[in-house]
């Protein structure tokens, strides 16, 4: 089985570019969860889904910041315009239940740079 | 809303040595606790997880941890450490908010294993 697939592995831009990065959930999994991690803050949860509805983007920095799951299969996390504190990686990842008790699967990160 | 503090941000250990990472969250009715690892450039991988029963919860790679409720921790530990254990491992507790579960981590403890 496949396992989260997230795009690009590596992006580097420049302050003020858009910056899109993407998130494939293993099929069938119901929630899904977007992590930044920094050295200084570590894992941060930015928003997560259930059943491709927002539940909870307290997370999300600012209004820089936007998340959509358009369908179960598919989620963006976008930012507009960026900026040098953007630089992270962002992880995605997805669950099969939402009784608590499931495991997240983890993608591999999207290491964002911001010149 | 619920917390994790790993109080360790780096642990040096020779290998073979025992070692034991700490981990205290805050209270709450039900709780549910996972430890998971992220070796370099990897994103996170369940190790072991605390739903209920047993408050001594074996996983993978030789890693146990115990659940102690009078002292809200949940700490993980391992008898022989090797060198591929190096790496950073985080604890986390799932949070019912909205009709949903979100996960919420601890800001990781680095293990270095040293020969």
């Known amino acids: 089985d496949a396992g989260v697939i997230q795009s690009p592995r590596h992006e580097v831009t420049e302050m003020g570019q858009e910056v899109t990065l993407r998130c494939k959930p293993i099929?069938?999994?119901?929630?899904l969860f977007w992590y930044r991690q920094t050295m200084m803050r570590g894992l941060e949860l930015l928003i997560y889904f259930n059943n491709n509805v927002p539940i909870d983007d307290s997370g999300m920095p600012e209004d820089r910041f936007s998340a959509k799951m358009p369908n179960a299969s598919f989620s963006t996390l976008k930012i507009q315009p960026s900026e040098p504190r953007d630089s992270a990686v962002y992880f995605c990842?997805?669950?099969?239940?939402?009784?608590?008790?499931?495991?997240?699967?983890f993608g591999e990160g999207s290491r964002l740079t911001v010149l | 809303a619920q917390s994790v503090t790993q109080l360790d941000s780096q642990v040096p250990v020779f290998e073979e040595a025992p070692v034991e990472l700490r981990c205290n969250y805050s209270s709450s009715v039900s709780v549910y606790l996972f430890w998971y690892v992220q070796y370099p450039n990897q994103g996170l991988q369940l190790l072991l997880k605390y739903l209920s029963g047993s408050t001594l919860v074996k996983g993978i790679n030789g890693f146990e941890a115990e659940f102690n409720k009078s002292q809200t921790s949940f700490h993980l530990r391992k008898p022989s450490v090797h060198i591929s254990d190096t790496a950073e491992y985080f604890c986390a507790v799932s949070e019912w908010e909205r009709g949903s579960y979100k996960y919420i981590f601890g800001t990781g403890t680095r293990l270095k294993v040293l020969a």
């Open positions: 099929s069938g999994h119901n929630s």
């Open positions: 990842a997805s669950s099969l239940r939402t009784s608590g008790t499931g495991e997240l699967f």
